[in-house]
């Protein structure tokens, strides 16, 4: 069974603190992503990883960088938190795809973020 | 670039009525379009993909290329069903992430 595991499920910080939401997969997955999920918004994506040390700015990269070190742990980083990045972020995995196929994304449960 | 709308943000139905979730995108080549759904306090998973043109839990989607939709049906809907639901778009080529839409609520009533 695949397991996706975040670090934390509630997180407080204050403006202007750093931040670090981390992300690990059990199933050797090639591909990270994370997500930030805004009700009326849906999920976008923010930065996704096809292999390690490797990332890829997705559609709401600015103020977030990644960091993926290892192949089965891919972090998120708030370098200046801000009270517009309080969301819900969700990270998934999935296996490599190539054209023509697709592997599912797995999620995890989620980390509510609050920026006071 | 592409684009997933889902129109409703809330439908509300009675138990064994029908349902559909609308889904319409935007993208100049060939997609791959799913749903996905979130149950209260569980996590977002895959509930169904047009590729696989399967029947989960009742549920059944079409891809319509020529009126570019992808709608999620359910002949008689069940309390356990309602959830959010979320259509998304990956693209065929290029960039493999999902683009998901903004998500609605099926809430369904006794």
């Known amino acids: 069974d695949v397991k996706v595991t975040q670090s934390s499920r509630y997180l407080v910080k204050r403006t202007g603190e750093k931040v670090f939401l981390e992300c690990v997969q059990d199933m050797d997955h090639e591909n990270m992503f994370w997500y930030r999920q805004d009700p009326g918004l849906g999920l976008r994506l923010i930065y996704f990883s096809y292999d390690v040390k490797m990332k890829e700015k997705g559609d709401i990269p600015e103020g977030y960088s990644v960091s993926r070190e290892k192949k089965e742990r891919f972090s998120l980083i708030l370098e200046s938190a801000s009270t517009n990045q309080t969301s819900m972020y969700l990270c998934?995995?999935?296996?490599?795809?190539?054209?023509?196929?697709?592997?599912?994304?797995?999620f995890g449960p989620g980390t509510r973020l609050t920026v006071l | 670039a592409q684009r997933v709308t889902q129109p409703e943000k809330l439908l509300s139905v009675f138990k064994g009525a029908p349902v559909e979730l609308k889904c319409n995108y935007s993208?100049?080549?060939?997609?791959?379009l799913f749903w996905y759904v979130q149950y209260s306090r569980q996590r977002l998973q895959l509930l169904l993909r047009h590729i696989s043109r399967e029947s989960i839990k009742g549920f059944t989607a079409d891809l319509n290329k020529g009126e570019t939709s992808f709608h999620l049906k359910k002949p008689f809907a069940q309390e356990e069903d309602s959830a959010m639901y979320y259509c998304?778009?990956?693209?065929?080529?290029?960039?493999?992430?999902?683009?998901f839409g903004s998500g609605t609520r099926l809430q369904v009533q006794p």
């Open positions: 998934a995995s999935s296996l490599k795809s190539g054209s023509g196929s697709y592997n599912e994304q797995f």
């Open positions: 993208y100049s080549g060939s997609p791959e």
């Open positions: 998304a778009l990956r693209r065929y080529t290029g960039r493999r992430a999902l683009t």
